[in-house]
């Protein structure tokens, strides 16, 4: 069976394509060693997307120093049909969560915000279908979610959101694999 995830941020510029890049490189590598066990799918869009528009330079520059190119993304908005096809869409603050809910209020048990979900799936139980586990979590989503823009502040900000990016990825993608 095959999933579907979209990695959600404001212009789908940054932090979306970045996250959907490099899962793509996460999902490759665990295929790789025998790990993954389910295909999924990986897409991004904006909540105010700057449609058309390729991923950021400086962005797209550290993505880039971890072997990934994603320089043929293209930004798309998010829309009916990306959150119809979505099995779990993974925000980068609240306030993308909250605009998605408002558009789509019975999606609620499959948007998350990025940091929630790896705080989720990383203590989760390991047999359990991880969608399941997301569903079913009384977690409150705060503040501390909240993932900064790294737009226009330059590489230092620009390599500290692809780590960051990269390491929650760490946690969620084999999660979602197992």
Do not use: K
Not at 19 to 25: D, F, I, K, V
Request: charged share 25%; proline share 6%; aromatic share 4%.
């Amino acid at each position: 069976m095959t999933r579907t995830v979209v990695m959600v941020c404001t212009a789908n510029i940054a932090r979306s394509p970045s996250a959907e890049h490099l899962t793509r490189q996460i999902l490759a590598e665990l295929e790789q060693d025998g790990t993954s066990r389910s295909a999924w799918q990986v897409a991004s869009a904006g909540v105010q997307a700057v449609v058309g528009a390729g991923i950021d330079p400086v962005m797209a520059a550290e993505v880039q120093r971890r072997g990934v190119d994603p320089t043929p993304h293209r930004a798309r908005q998010l829309d009916h049909q990306i959150m119809a096809e979505a099995d779990l869409v993974l925000t980068f603050d609240r306030r993308h969560r909250s605009w998605a809910l408002s558009q789509w209020p019975d999606a609620a048990r499959r948007v998350f915000t990025i940091r929630a979900a790896a705080a989720i799936l990383g203590g989760g139980p390991r047999r359990a279908d991880p969608l399941d586990v997301l569903a079913s979590t009384d977690r409150p989503q705060t503040a501390a979610d909240d993932f900064a823009d790294p737009y226009g502040r330059g590489p230092a900000a620009a390599r500290i959101a692809v780590d960051e990016i990269e390491t929650l990825l760490r946690t969620v993608v084999p999660a979602l694999v197992r």
